[in-house]
């Protein structure tokens, strides 16, 4: 009797356990649904596998902040960029792994089409030549800027004559030497920005 018991528990078990093939199916249709934006893909996996496995949290991290502790299970995908599972228990059992294996294509894919997006996203806000926040990214910082602040904005007299006369090349290390310089002369909460041929503009919170 205690051998039949133990059999049915057995086969009960594995009938309420989550099928993997089934979970990385259901996955893939929920992410079909799940836009670009980093945190929106975090967001979704977390309500994802924490109804469906024993997972405390799922976030998002780059190669700087990679430091994972004993209960965590990372997936890397590029640049970087990892998805980092953190179970409720100090060790992951096999079938939590199995389960989030199955899944690691549809994740991966998902989280290459966040990190393109974002890439895109940063690269529209730079500026290509000093990689100072340019126009755009001003707009976007003054929007959101509380409290009171000071816009001052600078041009180069001359700097024609360097690009004539010394090529654009030694124009560019201007430019570039210009705006590291500035930026040692300002705050952390502070913004400059080349915003047109030889304009800069620095974002001064009050």
């Known amino acids: ?20 093939k089934g979970l990385a199916a259901r996955l893939s249709e929920v992410l079909l649904d799940c836009g670009t934006d980093a945190s929106e893909l975090e967001w979704t996996l977390n309500h994802f ?19 994972h502790g004993p209960a965590d299970f990372a997936i890397p995908v590029d640049r970087g960029m ?15 792994k199995m389960l989030i294996l199955e899944c ?11 990190l393109r997006f974002h890439e ?7 500026d ?18 509380s409290g009171s602040y000071a ?3 600078l041009d180069l007299d001359r700097f024609k004559l360097v690009n004539d006369s010394s090529g654009h090349i030694a124009g560019d290390n201007l430019l570039r030497e210009v705006g590291a310089l500035l930026k040692q ?3 952390d909460s502070d913004t400059v920005a080349r915003v047109g041929g030889d304009e800069f503009a620095m974002l001064l919170a009050g």
């Open 151 to 153: 816009l001052a904005i």
């Open 82 to 96: 990892q998805i980092v599972f953190t179970g409720r228990r100090r060790r992951w059992t096999d079938l939590q």
């Open 1 to 20: 009797l205690v051998e039949l018991a133990l059999q049915n528990l057995v086969e009960w078990e594995r009938e309420c356990s989550p099928n993997p």
């Open 120 to 126: 895109v996203h940063n690269a529209s806000l730079c």
């Open 49 to 67: 596998f924490r109804d469906s496995v024993d997972i405390e949290r799922v976030r998002i991290v780059f190669g700087e902040q990679s430091h």
């Open 128 to 145: 290509p030549v000093t990689e100072l926040p340019n126009l755009q990214a001003l707009r976007e910082r003054m929007t959101r800027q």
């Open 185 to 187: 002369r300002v705050r």
């Open 104 to 114: 690691q294509d549809s994740i991966r894919a998902a989280a290459r089409k966040s």
